[in-house]
Structures are given as C-alpha cells and as structure tokens.
Nanobody, 122 residues
Framework: QVQLVESGGGLVQAGDSLRLSCAAS????????MGWFRQAPGKEREFVAA????????SCAESVKGRFTISRDNAKNTVYLQMNSLKPEDTAVYFC???????????????WGQGTQVTVSS
C-alpha cells in the first residue's frame, strides 16, 4: 500500500501561484511514477501532469503547459506541482496518484490521495 497526502491548496486570485505537495508513505517512493489529476465540479477527472520514477521524464496537459511544473524529491518521498499564472478555469480538486507505469491515463494509477481544493477567483 502507498498512502498519499496532498497539501498546499487554497483560494487565490487569477495570476497568482501555488505549490501543491504530495507526501507518500508505505512503499519505496522511487518505484512509482507519480501523477497529478484534477476534477472540477460537474466534470470528469482530467490529467494534469506526470513524472517518471527517477524524475527524468515529465509530461503536462496542454491546458497547463508553460504554467505548471511537476517535480519530485525521492529523498523526501514527495512530489510537487508548481502552478503559476493561475486561471479561474484551474479551479478544481487536485489529486496526486502513484502507479507502476509512467502514464497520462488515470486507470494506470493504483493509489490516490484524498485531494486538495484549489480555487482561483477572477
């Protein structure tokens, strides 16, 4: 089992920045690819960003490319999502997830956190 706990969400204004963190425990963190997903009210959960086990590969959704950056610190068992130039349409609950495959597909991630709310006001 892998336990994931997100933090860092909040209420910000458009143009502001936030950094989300996801602390992992339970298994060897570096064995897992990590992903960030988000779900806005009334919408499907969508991919935001992913990072490979070593951190050598990353990918981001087109909607956040150039604004969001995913990173990880395997010594701290933590993955981060740096979010800059936030927009109202970024408002959602953000989830981190762990899986054995580096992927943008939510179904490949086995373990999920409870989520952290990000609200961006205009």
């Amino acid at each position: 089992q892998v336990q994931l706990v997100e933090s860092g969400g909040g209420l910000v204004q458009a143009g502001d920045s936030l950094r989300l963190s996801c602390a992992a425990s339970g298994r060897t963190f570096s064995d897992y690819a990590m992903g960030w997903f988000r779900q806005a009210p009334g919408k499907e959960r969508e991919f935001v960003a992913a990072i490979s086990m070593s951190g050598g590969r990353t990918s981001c959704a087109e909607s956040v490319k150039g604004r969001f950056t995913i990173s990880r610190d395997n010594a701290k068992n933590t993955v981060y999502l740096q979010m800059n130039s936030l927009k109202p349409e970024d408002t959602a609950v953000y989830f981190c997830a762990a899986g054995l495959t580096y992927s943008m597909a939510s179904q490949t991630y086995r373990y999920w956190g409870q989520g952290t709310q990000v609200t961006v006001s205009s």
